[in-house]
């Protein structure tokens, strides 16, 4: 079943004065199937930031759609845009947007508090999240008191423990040493397998060679795909590592 739809996405930034115009995206179309996990990578300036602001209701587009499950998020009013990020949608971001004042455990309730979810139900969802994720025993420590992967981890039980429909992870290894991010790439590995589905804004090749389809974004348009079907994680590698080259020197449209 398709659970995202981006069709003909546009976004033209203007200039404080109007005086000059900026076209981030230009006709951007892709689908993302529920249960896939797919890496969206491009250089600096190519789109891809702005792509995931406007997946993630945080911006409009000039023109096009996203539909999620077929309900167009450029279109739900200003007053609703929380309670639909809060139901749909689950985030993950490089630094990690973990509360200092808060213990990793309240940190991971927020989105049910501002759901209304009652405690007891809160503690039956944190459970299983908290084994899977090897984070049990840290709950009642506060973010400046564990590691980066660690905050990471609880980061991600924070999206998860909602049930969303997508989780969308902006740089999520970004911030983290090499032995870390192999543990958030075994992770979010495990959590598709569980069927999550998960759309990933990457420079990593490393963590991009773990997903199941990834999208070259160039000069605000699609580039190129590349599907893993039966390849290995060091032949995704290879693939991807390939395409960049061709990205970097200015090859023609591959898609």
Known sequence: MTILEVKNLKKIYVTRFGGNQVQALSKINFTVEEGEYVAIMGESGSGKTTLLNILAALD?????????????VTEIKEKEISAFRRDNLGFVFQDFNLLDNFTLKDNIFLPLVLQGVTHQEMEKKLEPVAVKLGIKELLPKYPYEVSGGQKQRAAIARALITSPKLILADEPTGALDSKASDGIMELFEEINNDGQTILMVTHST???????RVLFIKDGEVFHQIYRGNMKNDEMYTKISDTLTILATGGGNNE
């Open 60 to 72: 409009k587009p000039t023109s096009g759609e996203v539909l999620l499950e077929g309900k167009n």
């Open 206 to 212: 490393k963590m991009a060679s773990n997903a199941k």
